[in-house]
């Protein structure tokens, strides 16, 4: 073999030129993206939503970021008008929802009643106590 002699590189495949080479380009579809959305809205978390997407959740972050961005928003918004629907409406649903709208969005709050714990007539209650010493205790006092 001549030291001189220039290794032999086989010609490059058309596919393998230049922007090529590797994976092709992830592209969400509506119905993945309408996917993503609802599971994000539900709070199932991202690593779930990648592996029922079938990605990396870096991929997911990646191209679904405004799905995942906004869509607790959304679900939160709705929840919000369906509960603002049924506190003014009628019926028995009504009042739950009236009364747990006024504690969350208007600082509502139950009264507190008081309570006094008292004895007979109103006196203060009689109690007793019973002071036990062990040995130790009694020895410490008798060399006092």
Same mark, same amino acid.
């Given at each position: 073999?001549?030291?001189?002699?220039?290794?032999?590189?086989?010609?490059?495949?058309?596919?393998?030129?230049?922007?090529?080479?590797?994976?092709?380009?992830?592209?969400?579809?509506?119905? @993945?993206? &309408? !996917?993503?959305?609802?599971?994000? /809205?539900? =709070?199932?978390?991202?690593?779930?939503?990648?592996?029922? *997407?079938?990605?990396?959740?870096?991929?997911?972050?990646?191209?679904?970021?405004?799905?995942?961005?906004?869509?607790?928003?959304?679900?939160?918004? @709705?929840? &919000? !008008?369906?509960?603002?629907?049924? /506190?003014? =409406?009628?019926?028995?649903?009504?009042?739950?929802?009236? *009364?747990?709208?006024?504690?969350?969005?208007?600082?509502?709050?139950?009264?507190?009643?008081?309570?006094?714990?008292?004895?007979?007539?109103?006196?203060?209650?009689?109690?007793?106590?019973?002071?036990?010493?062990?040995?130790?205790?009694?020895?410490?006092?008798?060399?006092?």
């Amino acid at each position: 073999m001549n030291p001189k002699a220039e290794p032999i590189i086989p010609p490059i495949k058309p596919e393998m030129q230049k922007g090529k080479v590797g994976r092709k380009p992830y592209k969400p579809t509506q119905a @993945q993206r &309408a !996917q993503v959305e609802s599971m994000a /809205a539900y =709070g199932v978390p991202e690593h779930a939503i990648a592996l029922v *997407i079938g990605c990396d959740p870096k991929t997911l972050r990646k191209y679904y970021r405004e799905e995942l961005d906004t869509a607790h928003i959304k679900a939160t918004s @709705q929840v &919000a !008008q369906s509960l603002f629907q049924k /506190a003014i =409406g009628s019926g028995s649903q009504s009042v739950t929802a009236a *009364i747990f709208w006024m504690k969350t969005r208007a600082g509502w709050r139950e009264t507190p009643t008081a309570v006094e714990v008292s004895g007979p007539n109103g006196e203060a209650i009689p109690m007793e106590f019973t002071i036990v010493l062990d040995n130790a205790s009694a020895a410490i006092d008798d060399s006092i």
